[in-house]
């Protein structure tokens, strides 16, 4: 969401590519630095809000732009090559602020956040569930699968951070705060039409604009403005526990207006954009 005239100045949507700079079985560290940039091709992603990999072709990712624009889907690959655009039947662009792609029971969903609350004022936000479409089919459009209309259990909070942990069968979705600290809670990825978000962990990262899981659910990034925060989770351990230790951070020297954060299709690589355009898509090593 925006920040006002002093993010403004930034007209640039760029996507970086994080590697990963130490063990995954390890804690706390460094990741990051860049290496290359193209720009993609298709104009139409000017607010870019949200980002996840695609789970049906490797080296295809997801976008979608911020509120006020279209409730659609905007594909492109690893070069910058726009896949096209995905219309979301039945769906509203209130307030969209992240989004996560998840193999559940063998099959590729996505998952789109409206939980953008500048004013804390919504009783209820939107997560829709929608499955994935193959990015190779140029466009098209889209149905809902299912909504989970949530709340929080002490009342409303402004939200940009949403992640999908496949094996655990949960939605994460992590508050964005002034002051540094934010909150997490979860819903199940089973939710019926009304939920509500249970609360796990606190986290000390400034305002989380986005975050993922790894394919293989060992790992979770949070994005701020910042830097980014990369946490991992022991063997038979609950992110719980996971969030509550030091993560690695990857700090982002550019001053940009961070929204978007995904792993690559394998989880070796970080991806993140900033809203603006055109999109720059940049590789960080």
Not at 23 to 38: F, L, M, P, W
Not at 146 to 160: L, M, Q, S, T
Not at 240 to 254: C, H, I, N, T
Request: hydrophobic share 40%; with cysteine.
């Amino acid at each position: 969401m925006k920040r006002g005239a002093i993010m403004a100045a930034f007209t640039f949507c760029v996507l970086y590519v994080v590697y990963i700079g130490c063990s995954h079985a390890g804690g706390a560290g460094k990741i990051g630095s860049a290496e290359r940039t193209v720009i993609l091709a298709n104009l139409g992603v000017r607010e870019s809000s949200g980002l996840a990999p695609s789970g049906r072709r490797s080296g295809a990712f997801w976008t979608h732009n911020d509120s006020g624009n279209k409730p659609s889907l905007f594909a492109f690959d690893l070069s910058g090559r726009d896949l096209g655009e995905w219309r979301v039947e039945g769906a509203r662009n209130l307030d969209w602020e992240d989004m996560a792609s998840a193999k559940i029971d063998g099959k590729d969903y996505l998952l789109i956040a409206d939980v953008g609350d500048n004013a804390r004022k919504r009783d209820f936000c939107l997560l829709y569930v929608v499955p994935e479409p193959d990015p190779e089919e140029g466009g098209g459009s889209v149905s809902i699968e299912r909504a989970i209309n949530f709340h929080y259990p002490d009342g409303p909070h402004d939200c940009e951070s949403v992640g999908v942990c496949a094996d655990e069968r949960k939605i994460y979705l992590v508050s964005k705060t002034l002051g540094g600290r934010a909150t997490v809670y979860s819903i199940g990825w089973d939710s019926g039409h009304e939920a509500e978000a249970a609360e796990i962990a606190n986290l000390s990262i400034g305002e989380a604009t986005a975050m993922d899981f790894s394919p293989d659910g060992t790992r979770a990034v949070v994005l701020s403005y910042f830097a980014v925060h990369e946490f991992v989770r022991k063997d038979g351990e609950g992110w719980d526990k996971a969030f509550k230790r030091q993560p690695r951070v990857a700090p982002l020297l550019e001053r940009r207006q961070w929204e978007a954060v995904a792993y690559g299709s394998d989880g070796s690589r970080i991806f993140i954009t900033a809203e603006g355009r055109p999109a720059i898509f940049r590789e960080v090593k």
